[in-house]
DNA sequence: TTGTGTTTTATTGCCTCC
DNA sequence: GGAGGCAATAAAACACAA
């Protein structure tokens, strides 16, 4: 069975090159490629060469691949700096998108445009030892955005609101960690800039974060005016009102819904208690349960060798830390592979590292496990699938509220207990990938699994850019090419089914478009 | 069903760095 | 000079409205 995949594979490989006509990558192919891609934007030619084996292409195509990938980041980011340029002009407030605070991921910025963050700079403040590379730091930043977009449902004047917060966040720190100087003082001032958070990674910004903090003071300012009256500070975001919980409803679920978010999203925590009890178990790559996914993911995988990634060589590499994820992410996967329902998952999670997780990634957590679930569910019949959004929506619903209640106490104990893993940032960042990766046609393809229609929405990257020196990653990524595998989950498109693709270029920014009318007034 | 627009893939040429 | 990357371009695949 096997070789009879592995044979037509081959052919096909061959045929394809016989073949000049095109040939779409299969959804499984994509979704490698873009998580890759999320975590490696300049792949060594080590690692094309992986991944065209594991993938059944060529390197050429792998190449390509990225190089058209990278391309089209660019593209859409220039798209929308152009969009919020225009509206930043007229708003004369927010200037650092198209002031040069953002800059692209490709050739125009290579030589030398990257002045607002010193690669060298962000070594030597500890972002490399806290495991955020640039890249990483400009994907978390620009898959905000993505997740911004992704709900039609939600109030888009919350989302203006908070995607201008993302927007803003000082790069390498998550948006919880800036939650205090985002929130408005009692008296209606705004915070300090310098969040606890930062104080504990153990590093202060500088150099670009610094501008990027100073920046926020202006654009929050403007936000503030911007929103007027429909700014409630305690209460619901901008104009949605919301039913009152009754005290105590969920107390007891909530905190374990936390954790389970937490740990859904992020697999690699250090305190996850799934890692810890698998922390010393595992030897073999975390690509392996990676693409072991993959493979049942598609069926063009299906013969694929997966293993050819687990020799010696690459095993070597391997840190703790990467078994660690590796070793968590199976924990994850399985756990996702025998439950209907994301509330299910991790509900045994406690301790500090609950903390952790639902003061700081909850939101992300919970969107991850629901991504996860769904890529596990997709072919699922079609009311498990249904049960598991409404599920994952009522955890999206309750760990917001457990955010708003304990985001300063978690604030105190996060980044001292355990330290920020990059797996932490490439959750969200992986998460956003995987809804701007997949496209219909992906869709398409689950849906015939699934037995289940579903639309794509295509998701706008945020302008947000990539402010890193991608060479100094690539690079970095040459010393230790497989140093920063990450084993994701598998992406998978969206739970809720997806409103109509939108081209990038009718994806408006949030800011631009719900506030071009009042922005000039407003300012003035 | 068809036409149109968008997205994705492939190719080529040029540029920069080592 | 070679390798890697970007930009431009073409064309296939796809989505969607009429």
């Known amino acids: 069975m096997e070789e ?104 125009s910025t290579k030589h030398g445009d990257y002045r607002y963050l010193d690669p060298k700079e962000v070594e030597s403040h500890g972002l490399y030892n806290h495991e955020f590379s640039a890249a990483d730091m400009t994907y978390a930043q620009r898959s905000h955005h993505y997740s911004e977009n992704d709900s039609a449902t939600d109030n888009t004047s919350s989302q203006s609101c908070s995607s201008l917060q993302d927007r803003l966040l000082p790069q390498g720190q998550d948006q919880y960690d800036m939650e205090p100087s985002i929130h408005l003082m009692p008296n209606g001032s705004l915070p300090p800039l310098n969040p606890k958070g930062a104080n504990n990674m153990g590093y202060k910004p500088s150099g670009y974060l610094k501008v990027k903090g100073e920046i926020e003071h202006a654009a929050i300012t403007a936000v503030k005016k911007q929103l007027g009256n429909h700014f409630q500070e305690d209460g619901p975001l901008l104009s949605v009102e919301f039913d009152t919980i009754p005290p105590g409803a969920f107390e007891g679920q909530i905190a374990d819904l936390a954790n389970e978010g937490y740990y859904a ?39 694929g060798d997966f293993g050819s990634l687990h020799g010696p060589d690459f095993q070597d590499k391997k840190s703790h830390k990467q078994i660690n ?92 207990k355990s330290k920020p893993s990059n797996s932490i940032h490439k959750s969200q960042i992986y998460l956003n990938a995987e ?73 408006p920014s949030r800011f631009s478009e719900d506030e071009t009318a009042e922005t000039s007034s407003s300012v003035d």
Not at 345 to 372: I, M, P, Q, W
Not at 435 to 458: I, S
């Open 325 to 416: 994820q590796r070793a968590s992410f199976n924990s994850f996967t399985n756990h996702l592979l025998h439950k209907n329902s994301s509330l299910d998952l991790y509900v045994d999670s406690t301790g500090e590292a609950s903390a952790y997780n639902g003061g700081k990634n909850h939101r992300v957590g919970t969107k991850h496990g629901f991504e996860g679930m769904r890529s596990d569910t997709a072919s699922y019949p079609s009311d498990h699938y249904e049960e598991n959004a409404v599920a994952v929506k009522q955890i999206d619903s309750l760990l917001h509220l457990y955010n708003n209640i304990n985001l300063k106490n978690v604030q105190k104990n996060e980044y001292v």
């Open 435 to 507: 809804e701007k990766g997949l496209t219909k046609r992906m869709a398409k393809e689950e849906n015939f699994n699934g037995e289940r229609k579903l639309k794509k929405q295509y998701h706008d990257p945020d302008g947000i850019g990539v402010l890193s020196n991608e060479k100094m990653v690539a690079k970095r990524a040459k010393v230790d090419p497989f140093e920063s595998y990450d084993v994701k989950q598998t992406p998978v498109s969206d739970l809720e089914p997806r409103k109509v693709q939108r081209s990038a270029a009718e994806m």
């Open 4 to 107: 009879t995949t592995e044979m037509q594979s081959e052919e096909n490989k061959l045929s394809m090159e016989k073949n000049k006509k095109r040939r779409l990558k299969t959804p499984a192919q994509l979704t490698a490629l873009e998580s890759f891609y999320n975590d490696h934007k300049y792949p060594t030619e080590e690692m094309k060469s992986e991944l065209a084996e594991e993938l059944e292409l060529t390197e050429k195509q792998i190449s390509g691949w990225f190089c058209h990938r990278r391309l089209k980041d660019k593209k859409l980011l220039n798209d929308e700096v152009g969009a919020n340029g225009r509206q930043d002009r007229s708003s004369g407030v927010i200037q650092d998108r198209g002031s040069g605070l953002v800059q692209d991921s490709c050739g």
């Open 265 to 303: 999203a992020n697999p690699a925590l250090p305190n996850s208690p799934e890692v810890s009890a698998v922390k010393k178990q595992s030897s073999s790559s975390r690509y392996d349960s990676y693409f072991t996914k993959l493979r049942s993911q598609d069926s063009h995988m299906v013969g």
